[in-house]
């Protein structure tokens, strides 16, 4: 699940920067999506775990199986990229309507942060450790409405 | 007969009325850097002269929004919009990376739009009936 893959993620970017300073800079696990080869301080994957951590006891979520960490999972999706999110949104369109109008951001399948305001979602995201953020708006149109571009 | 090759096919995503569109999560940071950055959604907009894209992402990269040229954008009715132009890196895992030069909106925008001039860095084709685009690096 995304939640865990998470923890899985800072997890291994704090493993792999304790145990091998000089390779800091090297991308080491993989556990879901190419967001995994950018390289952190220290200090921020502690700080990153620490928060997906909170999320999780609040979240009451069971957090990591070993079998994680020994086989992390990559995407199966040749396009390889958000494919968990975009999976999420097609069959959780009833639950999104709850954010209708709002910008969304999203982890795996969880909602990270929410609102009317792109940079708070974006800050609070960050502030939660998703250093990278997907993040889009949930447009609704209502009666019969044909979208162009502009 | 005319045959072109693609190396990727990506279904149209649904939005909440269940009607599809070509969309492609892109990574948005700034050129030759991988932080900060964001993923997000953008239309394939084939109508559009330029991609533009919310103004507030400038602001999350850490861009100057209002230091960037001013440029309008013009809709089918003539209704105008500033935006202003800056150069980003758009990438994406599979696809590659590209550094364009883009409108950034200075008011709130729910669409981000790739326009021709993304159009012209990769090799794109749809087919609608199978709701379903393709597009290789090479344009």
């Known amino acids: 699940m995304a939640a865990r893959s998470r923890v899985v993620y800072w997890a291994a970017q704090v493993l792999s920067q304790t145990s091998s300073p000089e ?37 009451r979520i069971p957090i990591v199986e070993s079998s994680d960490i020994a086989s992390p999972k990559t995407s199966p999706s040749p396009m390889g990229h958000r494919t968990r999110e975009l999976e999420w949104k097609r069959s959780h369109q009833e639950e999104l309507l709850r954010y209708a109008d709002q910008w969304v951001a999203l982890e795996g399948e969880m ?5 009317r305001e792109p940079l708070e979602v974006i800050a609070e995201s960050r ?24 | 007969m005319i045959a072109v090759t693609y190396e990727h096919q990506v279904p149209y995503n649904y939005d909440l009325r269940g009607i599809s569109f070509p969309i492609l999560i892109l990574r948005l940071s700034l050129p030759g850097q991988v932080e900060p950055a964001l993923d997000i959604e953008a239309y394939l907009d084939s109508g559009a002269e330029k991609s533009l894209i919310e103004g507030s992402f400038a ?8 230091s960037g040229r001013e440029t ?21 895992p599979t696809i590659g ?10 008011a709130s925008i729910a669409r981000n739009l790739l326009g021709r001039d993304f159009f012209n860095l990769v090799q794109i084709g749809f087919r609608e009936r199978q709701l379903t685009f393709y597009i290789s690096s090479t344009p």
């Open chain 1, 111 to 115: 909602i990270i942060a929410h609102g």
């Open chain 2, 97 to 106: 990376s590209f550094d364009l030069e883009v409108g950034f909106s200075t």
């Open chain 2, 72 to 92: 309008k954008f013009v809709s089918t009715n003539r209704s105008e919009f500033i935006a202003r132009l800056h150069r980003i890196c758009l990438s994406h």
């Open chain 2, 59 to 66: 602001t999350a990269l850490g861009i100057e929004l209002l």
């Open chain 1, 23 to 59: 390779g800091a800079s090297t991308a080491v696990f993989t556990p879901r999506d190419w967001a995994s080869t950018t390289p952190f301080p220290s200090w921020k994957a502690l700080e990153g775990l620490a928060q997906s951590l909170e999320i999780f006891a609040e979240e």
């Open chain 1, 127 to 150: 502030s939660k450790g998703i250093m990278v953020p997907y993040i889009f708006f949930v447009e609704t149109t209502h009666g019969e409405i044909f979208k162009i571009g502009l």
